[in-house]
Nanobody
Framework: QVQLVESGGGLVQTGGSLRLSCAAS????????MGWFRQAPVKEREFVAA????????NYADSVKGRFTISRDNAKNTVYLQMNSLKPEDTAVYYC????????????????WGQGTQVTVSS
């Protein structure tokens, strides 16, 4: 199996930036696609971004495009989410996830999930 641990969340003011990290361990020999999802209170889980193993395929939700950047460092078994120009509506628990094969925007396609890290954007 693959274990995923997110970090880097916290409290930031509107317009600020955060960088989330997701460290993978376990069966990392496989070329997993990685994704970021988020879930705000009383809302459904929402796709944020996804990236292929090589980094050649990247997708973003329209709500974050131009503000967030997903990247990965396979030598460190880590995927990142750089979040700029943060808004209060970005407040959520952010989860990283892994799947075999190409990236997907569907959470059900991802078989491995981290525990999440809280991001709070104040007004």
């Amino acid at each position: 199996q693959v274990q995923l641990v997110e970090s880097g969340g916290g409290l930031v003011q509107t317009g600020g930036s955060l960088r989330l990290s997701c460290a993978a361990s376990g069966r990392t020999v496989n070329r997993y696609a990685m994704g970021w999802f988020r879930q705000a209170p009383v809302k459904e889980r929402e796709f944020v971004a996804a990236i292929s193993w090589s980094g050649s395929m990247i997708n973003y939700a329209d709500s974050v495009k131009g503000r967030f950047t997903i990247s990965r460092d396979n030598a460190k078994n880590t995927v990142y989410l750089q979040m700029n120009s943060l808004k209060p509506e970005d407040t959520a628990v952010y989860y990283c996830a892994a799947k075999i094969g190409v990236p997907s925007g569907r959470g059900d396609d991802f078989g491995y999930w981290g525990q999440g890290t809280q991001v709070t954007v104040s007004s």
